[in-house]
């Protein structure tokens, strides 16, 4: 057997990672019924070895900080830690997405959903006790099947990081390789859910009011989904044009919202496709799946957007960069280009050019916005200081439901249920992930503000400035180095201009 040396890794690295993603692609679009992981894992045994870790390990460790040399060794340290795990996890894996495909969910009245419908039928079910009976049926199903695979996949995680001795638990591995600070980012969320208390507390109550007839205290999460699902907003949002609106946009800001046939669109209804949409990156940059299950209105407007984001950052990275920084990296940077394109659903202006809210619907709907954004920052931020406890030295597994439930519950004031503290779960802290995405994406916003003027979003020149200095650069810096080399000023990633644009949108 021939030695593996970093070229022949890099090489073997990007072909199997080509095969998971379209095996990916095929089995969460619905167009595979089941994902054969296992005999991909077996095909590509080579990288996924002792022999490749301990080569990215050494790599890691012998090469000086601030070098390309060891920000190539990080993100390939990380990558192979993920994939060892998947790979010890391929099992699990197909078993969950088999049976998430074939589930369904029966009401006492004897309405049938296909559970990965069940958010979509939730979200636009007007009548709350029909609502709420339906979301009593998904978190039985959840509770007696989803949530132990759930349980035992994260174990098995946690168990595998650990046996590898990188540092002494899952949470200091994680912040050695990642270069990411739990203990900061889970007090920067803590102080967020602080300074934006009183807001919340004047805001809440009007639209639980305005929208579902509710008052705090009373409404659950399954009422949050038909709350932001905002279905009263579905004329302005029509479904035929929803592809060609943000394709308008996107050809206004001065680029190809194909790029040249990279990008391929899956947007249309499929059985056994989710129902959480996402960005295939088959091949970087050549190939390039989004893939959309249409729920309505405008949340499809907003889950394009962030699709498009990422599929327009993967198409267009530089081919000749190596393997880890075309697609490994922090995916903070992918998400915040996403977040970046889906935040145009926050912008006045942007609204009332591509869509059909008008002037005198505007207002209203920049206030449900900000509400809904204060909302989901204060969720995410709950959500990463409860995940941290939970792959904390100190967690019992069986409080964690009580923990979730209470730490989720006070931070939205909407109901949280103990079935789902394993499947709303982000493994491998990817909430970090979209948490730094959100305070990067605002800084870009305002630098585009400053280059290309307020509707940057249709200035020819702003398209190909985020291909040359953002997207073509792949993932080969952090969310912090971006935010500093963009704004020129060294700034740092922080909570101040999300709250401030919160602040601007309630006040509209
Ligand atoms: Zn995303």
């Known amino acids: 057997m021939k030695e593996l040396t970093l070229d022949r890794l890099r090489e073997d690295g990007q072909a199997f990672t080509e095969e998971i993603s379209r095996e990916s692609y095929l089995a969460h679009s619905g167009h595979k019924a089941s994902a054969d992981f296992q005999p991909i894992y077996g095909k590509y045994a080579n990288v996924l070895g002792d022999e490749a870790l301990g080569l990215t390990l050494d790599l890691f460790k012998d090469s000086a900080k601030g070098t390309d040399e060891h920000r190539s060794a990080a993100l390939l340290l990380e990558w192979q830690l993920e994939s060892q795990a998947s790979r010890s996890l391929a099992e699990l894996d197909e078993r969950e997405i088999e049976w998430e495909r074939n589930a369904v969910i029966t009401t006492p009245d004897g309405q049938q959903v296909q559970y990965q419908a069940a958010a979509i039928e939730i979200a636009n079910e007007k009548n709350r006790v029909k609502r709420l009976a339906l979301d009593d049926a998904r978190a039985a199903l959840v509770q007696q099947d989803h949530a132990p695979m759930r349980l035992e996949r994260i174990q098995r995680e946690k ?129 390039v799946y989004l893939v959309l299950r249409p729920h309505g209105g405008q949340s499809d407007y907003t889950t394009l957007l962030h699709e498009a984001g990422h599929a327009l950052h993967f ?34 202006r942007w609204l009332l050019r591509y869509t059909e809210l008008g002037t005198g619907n505007v207002d209203d709907f920049l206030r449900l916005a900000g509400f809904e954004e204060l909302h989901y920052i204060r969720r995410y931020c709950a959500k990463l200081i409860y995940e941290v406890q939970a792959y904390g030295d100190n967690a019992d597994w069986k409080d ?43 800084q870009l916003n305002e630098s585009l503000v400053s280059r290309f003027d307020l509707d940057w979003f249709r200035n020819p020149g702003a398209g190909p400035w985020l291909i040359s200095d953002l997207w073509s650069e792949g993932q080969r810096e952090s969310a912090e180095e971006i935010a500093s080399r963009v704004s020129g000023t060294g700034e740092k990633l922080s909570f101040a201009p999300l709250l401030r644009n919160i602040e601007m949108l309630l006040g509209s």
Not at 410 to 439: G, I, M, P
């Open 159 to 287: 168990d595998f990081i650990e046996s590898l001795g990188i540092a002494p638990t899952y949470n200091a591995a994680f912040e050695e390789i990642t270069g990411v600070s739990l203990d900061s980012l889970a007090k920067e969320c803590a102080a967020f859910i602080r300074d934006s208390q009183a807001m919340w507390d004047e805001t809440l109550p009007y639209h639980l009011k305005k929208s579902l007839g509710l008052k705090p205290g009373e409404a659950t999460r399954s009422d949050a989904l038909a709350l932001l699902r905002a279905s009263e907003y579905d004329g302005a949002f029509p479904g035929q044009h929803l592809q060609s609106s943000i394709s308008r946009q996107i050809k206004e800001m001065g680029l190809d919202p194909v790029a040249d046939g990279r990008i391929i669109y899956d947007v249309g209804d499929r059985p056994g496709k989710r129902a959480r949409a996402f960005c295939a990156p088959t091949r970087v940059p050549e190939e």
């Open 315 to 348: 198409a267009n990275v530089r081919s000749d960069y190596p393997f880890e920084y075309r697609w490994l990296g922090d995916n903070s940077v992918t998400e915040s280009y996403a977040m970046l394109m889906d935040h145009r659903m926050q912008d006045r």
């Open 400 to 442: 964690l439901p009580d923990l979730y439930v209470e730490t989720l519950t006070s931070a939205t004031n909407f109901r949280y249920r103990a079935a789902d503290a394993f499947v709303d779960f982000d493994a491998r802290y990817y909430s970090t992930r979209y948490l730094r995405a959100w305070q990067l994406q605002a």
